[in-house]
Structure formats: structure tokens, C-alpha cells
């Protein structure tokens, strides 16, 4: 795909949606950070009905330390791996009052260093909290990317890696909210809604590769 293309698809996007953000719901960092861990092979519906519940009960890490473990447990019961999810918040609010006064860093080696945080969460919240250029490439956007040509790579690291050096840095910001959204409500993984595409004449898809 030429950079004259690439420019004019986030040139698209910006015109449709000029202030994109996350689906999920949160009032501080460490809302953020929560919904985000609780993500992992989830919805955004369904952690925003699970963290409705949660956040007014508990929202900062001594109050999830208060309310203990198996307590957590029980309002993210819902949810795909929800003891292992518990069991790292638990561990990972433990960690951010001994070591960051109860803050969310801003650093992706710290934030890497956290039970349930790995690269794409860290990259979440560096994009969302603390507004930094990344791009958390998880299996929208690397749908997205690879069928479109956008941004080819084997793994999502690849393609991570592809969309850092091709995006134009003022779109960089944004493009990781844009892709995520082109993916979730139009290239979606079985059968992709071409036709109210905002996109489709710039796309380099080609269905045969795919059937």
C-alpha cells in the first residue's frame, strides 16, 4: 500500500470520528487500568456492566485491597479467566500502594512489571491515561491491518512495529481507537461490511485470498 493511500485512509477516519476513545467506561487511570486487565478475551459491554457494580464499591487500590480477593471474585465472576483476572488485580493493587503510592506509572517498563499487564494493556493505557503515541495491536487491529493491507506482519508485535513506522505522526495518537473501531463494527472477522465501508475504495483486500 503507497503512503498517499495509508494517508488517506486516516484522513477518512479523523473526518468521521475526529475524537475517538476507548468503549470502555472510567473516571481515573486506575479505572482505566482495571477495565482494561479485566478485557483480556472479553468484551467492552461486558466489562463495563461488571465494573458499574465494582467502581462505587471500589476504586482505588486500597479500597480493592479492603475489599479482599475473594470478594473481588465475586463481581467479576462474569467474566472469561475471572480468578486469574482477580487473583493479578489483587496483586497488582498490592504492588501500586508499596511501590507507586497508589498511582498508575506512566513508564511501559512499570506498567509490564504489574500481574495481568503485558504489552497490549501497557500500551492501552499509555495511549488512553497518559495520551503517548501507541498502538495496542490486539485481533481487530490486526485483522484490520493485515486484510487491508495496511500494515502486514505475522504476529501482533509485527504489526505493531509496521503501523509505528507507516502512520503519519499526527494521526498516530488515534489510529490505534480508529482501527479498533473499523474492526469491531465494519472489517469484522467473518464477514466484512464492504459496502458501508468509509474505506473500501482505498482497502487492498481481495476476498479470494480469504475464501
Known sequence: ??????????KRFRANNPSPTTELKYNSSFELLIAVVLSAQ?????VNKITEKLFPVANTPKAILKLGEEELRSYVKSINYFKTKAANIFKTCQILVDQYD?????SREALESLPGVGRKTANVILNVAFKKPTIAVDTHIFRVSNRTHLAIGKTPRDVEDQLNKIVP??????????????????CIARKPRCGSCIIEDLCEYDQKEFD
Open 169 to 186: 505522526k499526527e494521526y498516530i495518537h488515534d489510529a490505534h481507537h480508529w482501527l479498533v473501531l473499523h474492526g469491531r463494527y465494519t
Open 1 to 10: 500500500m503507497t503512503p498517499k493511500k495509508r494517508l488517506e485512509i486516516f
Open 102 to 106: 497508589s498511582k498508575v506509572p506512566d
Open 42 to 46: 472479553a468484551t467492552d459491554k461486558g
